[in-house]
């Protein structure tokens, strides 16, 4: 069964850092684009970040970029979204996907996580 378990997500201050993790059992992440996406509070999905399984190479949404890094540890099978400078804008509910190609479409990714809540306080 495949599986995408994020955690990590919390209540934080402005200005703050949290880590996300997501664990994936039953496919390779290493093999898989996998990517960031979040919906804050009445809002649709939008993109966070992503990263290609053959190149690495990540991408980001301008809101995040030089403050949000993408990596992944292929050893442990999992993918990890570093969050710093937060903003209370970044509050959302933080999902992580798993796909063929990397992409800032949610339609994508064809496996999701049930996803973590991260609240920025101002």
């Known amino acids: 069964q495949v599986q995408l378990v994020e955690s990590g997500g919390g209540l934080v201050q402005a200005g703050g850092s949290l880590r996300l993790s997501c664990a994936a059992s039953g496919r390779t992440v290493s093999r898989s684009a996998m990517g960031w996406f979040r919906q804050p509070p009445g809002k649709e999905r939008e993109f966070v970040a992503t990263?290609?399984?053959?190149?690495?190479?990540?991408v980001y949404a301008d809101s995040v970029k030089g403050r949000f890094t993408i990596s992944r540890d292929n050893a442990k099978n999992t993918v990890y979204l570093q969050m710093n400078s937060l903003k209370p804008d970044d509050t959302a509910v933080y999902y992580c996907?798993?796909?063929?190609?990397?992409?800032?479409?949610?339609?994508?990714?064809?496996?999701w996580g049930q996803g973590t809540q991260v609240t920025v306080s101002s």
């Open positions: 990263i290609a399984w053959s190149s690495g190479t990540p």
């Open positions: 996907a798993a796909g063929g190609i990397a992409s800032t479409h949610s339609f994508r990714y064809d496996q």
